[in-house]
């Protein structure tokens, strides 16, 4: 969890989205580029999300993903606030090419390793039927027998490698040249096992991570410069990007707008569990889900609104935040869900199987005792 909340705050201090300022050798941007960067910012917001929450709802089936709790939730703002300040005061003091060059490898690691895991399956049906498909099993064991933990025990076939091989060609690219183009392929894979991988206990603990962060990206982008100052300093793949004159310069513009990957995935891993709670409902719509993600849309594009008439960085969240709780809550009044969504316990699904089976099993046992 503490790896997790410090790739996230680092996420969070990119969640100012803001116009790309008109400096020195950048070209100003017309209204049709920035239409056309905001239009794509926000598509690209919604693709991690729509695909990452579908992706958690196979993780929670087949897999045991990292939960958040309410104490966990609780206390994030307080340790990302504390991390982005710590990252105030290290750029304050130190050469932020230095820094930035020792992030560039540590996420250039990470990117290519999300990046893979996010495409591998893609890849696998793209391989060539010529080359065999062999299977690996990487298991790392500490102790014997019952007290056995397994260190490591990762499988992978010969497709992942051709997988990791291609992602290592767009890593190289981002290293080489930093490419717009290649900061947003490993922007979109962290966004994606983001939203896929971690997952909230429950709608309680969604609403006060959500709330808690709501106050945090308040306070820093208003109340101080250190959110603002941070984002400009830091580079890595953490925002997605997209130049406002493209028009004019095509790939090889610079001009950008921004929108950091905090603002996807906080509310992404709320809609996501909105998304496996549609799905404990049994209908045959996704009605959360879906009202969600549509107030999302509506928020981030009220944020894009007020910045562009402001001309002054906006704390997405404090648009994003009232959207996406409001929406399934006030949906859920109307048709009666509320007290159904506050009693869903998305860890304990598989828990509630589990007894159910040693019930039946006890239950069968007995019977078979009374024939004898």
Known sequence: MADLANTIVAQAAENVTETARNATGKTPSTPEGMAVAYGSLVVMALLPIFFGSYRSVVCHKEKKPEK??????????????????????????????????????????????????????????????????????????????DSA??????????????????????????????????????GLAFAVNAVELLHLNNVVTGCILLSGLFFYDIFWVFGTDVMVTVAKSFEAPIKLVFPQDLLQ????????????????????????????????????????????????FLGLTATIFVMHVFKHAQPALLYLVPACIGTPLGVALVKGDLAAMFKYEDSTDGEKATEEKKKEEKLAKQETKKVK
């Open 68 to 145: 958040m709790t309410k104490r966990d939730a609780a206390i994030f703002p307080i340790m990302a606030s504390c991390a982005l300040f710590a990252l105030y005061i290290v750029f304050k003091l130190f050469s932020k090419e230095y820094i930035n060059l020792l992030l560039t490898g540590y996420f250039f690691f990470l990117g290519v390793l999300a990046l893979t895991h996010l495409l591998s399956p893609i890849v696998s049906k793209l391989v060539p039927a010529a080359v065999p498909n062999i299977p690996y099993h990487i298991m790392f064991k500490q102790g014997e027998g």
């Open 249 to 296: 310069n095509g790939l090889a513009a610079n001009n950008f707008a921004m929108l950091g990957l905090g603002d996807i995935v906080i509310p992404g891993i709320f809609i996501a569990l909105l998304l496996r709670f549609d799905h404990s409902l049994k209908r045959d719509t996704k009605t959360y889900f879906h009202a969600s993600v549509i107030a999302y």
């Open 149 to 186: 933990h397994y260190l490591v025990d990762y499988r992978f076939s010969t497709y992942d490698v051709v997988a990791l091989v291609a992602c290592l060609l767009v890593g190289a690219w981002y290293l080489v040249q930093k490419h717009w183009v290649a900061n947003n392929l490993f």
